[in-house]
């Protein structure tokens, strides 16, 4: 059913005219269209208003009087306030529900766009015929590479002890804000780690910490001391976590 009909039926609605299955079909629609659910709210609050406005007028006693004996030849009077404050309330409920889902949804798409803009960053550097501007598995050689050319510094941690060696380095550019990466390799797989301000992100992650599987790669995300930190990589879950978790105590 478009959106033209439900518009018919609900002035019904707001009137209180609609009973059992209608009602019901009615509801169900307003929590699932956000565009319906915004018409009956306004259809709601002018009928409020109208509702409040009438109280400003003191009638003549004779027009209460007839007004008085047309309500009492009523079967089934109308409860007109207290249905209109519980349709009033139902569809607010509704509205901050489809608010509230949709800043969700709208987050959830930023940041899957974000952490695939950087899968594509890495495949784009493994296929390469230079990935990295500097070469070198020293990290007192990659790190100084870095100074002057980004607004930060971080720490690299030492790899001897462990299955991870350091290939070299690049900047790379992200939303427009310069960042470093870095390229380990675990056996026989490469691992791609990005280094940006927090700040200069135009897109924020609302989680701190976050591990996702995109396709074939594993990536975990995370802040610390103001920098955003994401490691990708086709290596196993326990391999990205593991370097991910040497950057974390990097000193």
């Known amino acids: 059913m478009s959106c033209e009909l439900w518009h018919a039926k609900l002035e019904q609605y707001v009137d209180s005219e609609l009973h059992g299955d209608e009602a019901v079909e009615v509801e169900t629609h307003l929590r699932q269209c956000q565009s319906c659910a915004a018409d009956a709210l306004g259809r709601m609050r002018l009928k409020g208003m109208t509702h409040t406005a009438g109280k400003r007028f003191a009638p003549a006693p004779e027009f209460r009087l ?3 004996q047309q309500v009492a030849k009523q079967t089934k009077p109308r409860l007109w ?9 139902a569809v607010m409920a509704v509205l901050l529900v489809a608010i509230s889902l949709g ?8 940041r ?5 803009e950087l899968a594509d960053l890495h495949v784009a550097t493994l296929a390469s015929a230079n990935p990295i501007d500097v070469v070198s598995t020293d990290r007192h050689t990659v790190k100084p590479w870095f100074a002057g050319k980004l607004p930060f510094t971080f720490n690299l941690p030492e ?10 380095g690049r900047v ?4 427009q ?41 594993t990536i975990q995300t995370w802040s610390q001391n103001g920098l955003r930190y994401f490691v990708i990589s086709d290596a196993s879950p326990a391999d990205v976590a593991g370097l991910s978790d040497l950057l974390k105590h990097a000193g």
């Open 103 to 110: 800043a969700f949804w709208t987050s959830h798409l930023q």
């Open 81 to 89: 306030g207290w249905r209109l404050g519980w349709r009033l309330g």
């Open 66 to 68: 007839k007004i008085a």
């Open 177 to 217: 804000s310069p960042g470093a990466q870095l390229l380990f390799q675990v056996r026989k797989h490469q691992i791609s780690v990005f280094i940006f301000s927090e700040r200069s992100l135009a897109t924020r992650m609302n989680s701190a910490n976050l591990v996702e599987h995109k396709l074939d790669f």
């Open 112 to 116: 899957e766009r974000q952490l695939g």
């Open 172 to 175: 790379a550019y992200f939303e």
């Open 159 to 168: 790899l001897q002890s462990s299955p991870f060696q350091l290939v070299g």
